[in-house]
């Protein structure tokens, strides 16, 4: 991780080193934190912010699932948030805001713990190397994703990462790039850190909310984006098999952006290379985020 100059904290511009925390911080001990991943890009106008607002909001709404005491609004924080990027002086980044709960009881009932917000920017190059151009090969975890029934998958939850984590680290120490993890129903769900897309038939599917995924923004977006095009995806159930007779698989994220996935489970998907939907995603995906589709600028916060 490269580091920037400054960090914003609890309304403050402090230097990157003096962001700081104690060994006994709640959110370091069980998770309690919520976060985002956010990303600037490089545009013909200046930098610009990626669905600032949808983040934020998203942010604020996962802090209110589990039941955080309130802080900032998303307003206050997508001004932090701009502000920071102005200091740090930054032409692309990944941005990462956080509240989480710090110093005070070691309790589960965190009321006296200080609740702390910052947001940290700094350069961070494609997720999965050029992987996102090529394709990606991936797995299906024997890990299953968070339930409703154990945590809120709706919400960005810290604790909830430790998931996630497990699900990478099997598929990585496999030989794949990616994990995809099936719900506790046996459906398809998503992947580590992404959202799940398949294209069968020239129909586009994802699974729905009701499958435990975290309701991504860059699945929206391309949702959106297809729309635009005529295409309307289906949220559907999907079972685990349909993998293996689809004629394409794409990931989506903030960090990965669309990423097809070419293989899975030792299975060659479609001819092997990324398909025509999956490469026409990429495109207004790509042109979306620089400014070049003018009904969707809107997208943009210009730092
Ligand atoms: N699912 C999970 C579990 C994630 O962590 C992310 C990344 N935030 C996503 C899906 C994709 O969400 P977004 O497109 O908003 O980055």
Do not use: C
């Given at each position: 991780m490269q580091a920037a100059s400054h960090i914003w904290s609890d309304g403050e511009l402090i230097?990157?080193?003096?962001?700081?925390?104690?060994?006994?911080?709640h959110g370091l001990q069980y998770g309690?934190?919520?976060?985002?991943?956010?990303?600037?890009?490089?545009?013909?106008?200046?930098?610009?912010?990626?669905?600032?607002?949808?983040h934020?909001?998203?942010?604020?709404?996962?802090?209110?699932?589990?039941?955080?005491?309130?802080?900032?609004?998303?307003?206050?924080?997508?001004d932090g948030c701009l502000q920071l990027l102005r200091r740090t002086e930054l032409e692309s980044a990944y941005i990462r805001p956080m509240i989480f709960y710090a110093e005070g009881n070691i309790g589960l009932f965190p009321t006296d713990n200080v609740l702390r917000s910052m947001i940290?920017?700094?350069?961070?190059?494609?997720?999965?190397?050029?992987?996102?151009?090529?394709?990606i090969r991936a797995m299906v975890s024997s890990?299953?994703?968070?339930?409703?029934?154990?945590?809120?998958?709706?919400?960005?939850?810290s604790g909830g990462y430790l998931n996630s984590m497990l699900a990478k680290q099997e598929a990585l120490r496999s030989?794949?790039?990616?994990?995809?993890?099936?719900?506790?129903?046996?459906?398809?769900?998503?992947?580590?850190?992404?959202?799940?897309?398949?294209?069968?038939?020239?129909?586009?599917?994802?699974?729905?909310?009701?499958a435990g995924i975290l309701e991504g923004i860059t699945r929206n977006s391309v949702m959106e984006l297809l729309a635009g095009d005529g295409v309307a995806t289906q949220e559907t159930d999907?079972?685990?098999?349909?993998?293996?007779?689809?004629?394409?698989?794409?990931?989506?994220?903030?960090?990965?952006?669309?990423?097809?996935?070419?293989?899975?489970?030792?299975r060659v998907v479609g001819d092997g290379k990324p398909g025509p939907v999956t490469r026409r995603v990429q495109d207004l995906y790509g042109d979306a985020l620089v400014g070049k589709l003018d009904e969707f600028r809107h997208w943009l916060t210009y730092v």
């Open positions: 230097p990157w080193d003096d962001a700081t925390v104690h060994f006994l911080s309690t934190g919520v976060f985002e991943g956010i990303r600037v890009y490089g545009t013909p106008d200046g930098p610009a912010v990626f669905r600032l607002a949808e934020m909001e998203r942010l604020v709404g996962s802090a209110a699932a589990y039941g955080f005491a309130k802080s900032w609004s998303a307003e206050e924080l997508t940290a920017a700094f350069q961070m190059g494609p997720y999965l190397g050029h992987g996102s151009d090529k394709g890990w299953r994703r968070i339930s409703h029934n154990s945590l809120i998958p709706t919400a960005k939850g030989g794949y790039d990616e994990a995809i993890l099936l719900n506790e129903h046996g459906s398809l769900s998503e992947g580590s850190g992404m959202n799940l897309f398949v294209v069968a038939g020239g129909n586009v599917h994802t699974p729905p909310v009701s999907l079972a685990r098999g349909s993998l293996y007779t689809v004629d394409e698989i794409f990931l989506t994220g903030t960090a990965i952006e669309v990423a097809p996935v070419v293989e899975i489970d030792g």
